[in-house]
């Protein structure tokens, strides 16, 4: 069983950045693939990042390349989401995720959620 809080969303003019963090409690925290997503209004969740047990593979969806970047600290239990160049398309809530395995886009692979933060990025 895995637990997940997110945290460090808010409200930032667009071009900014905001690093969000995914806090996760249990057993074997290193051992689960983490994978943020993001759900805006009236849209589906989509894939946004995802990053492997050790950190050595890193996964975006085309529309963050280069201004996103996914990291963990195992010994922190903590994966984090920096996110620069920020535009008012990245407006959403914003979710950690964990499974087991391998790195996937669908969020019904995944088994482990947390509550969200939201992001706001004005123009």
């Known amino acids: 069983q895995v637990q997940l809080v997110e945290s460090g969303g808010g409200l930032v003019q667009a071009g900014g950045s905001l690093r969000l963090s995914c806090a996760a409690s249990?057993?074997?925290?290193?051992?689960?693939?983490i994978g943020w997503f993001r759900q805006a209004p009236g849209k589906e969740r989509e894939f946004v990042a995802g990053?492997?047990?050790?950190?050595?593979?890193?996964y975006y969806t085309d529309s963050v390349k280069g201004r996103f970047t996914i990291s963990r600290d195992n010994a922190k239990n903590t994966v984090y989401l920096q996110m620069n160049s920020l535009k008012p398309e990245d407006t959403a809530v914003y979710y950690c995720?964990?499974?087991?395995?391998?790195?996937?886009?669908?969020?019904?692979?995944?088994?482990?959620w947390g509550q969200g933060t939201q992001v706001t990025v004005s123009s």
């Open positions: 995720a964990a499974r087991r395995g391998i790195v996937t886009m669908s969020s019904p692979d995944y088994d482990y």
């Open positions: 249990g057993r074997s925290f290193s051992n689960y693939i």
């Open positions: 990053i492997t047990w050790g950190g050595s593979r890193t």
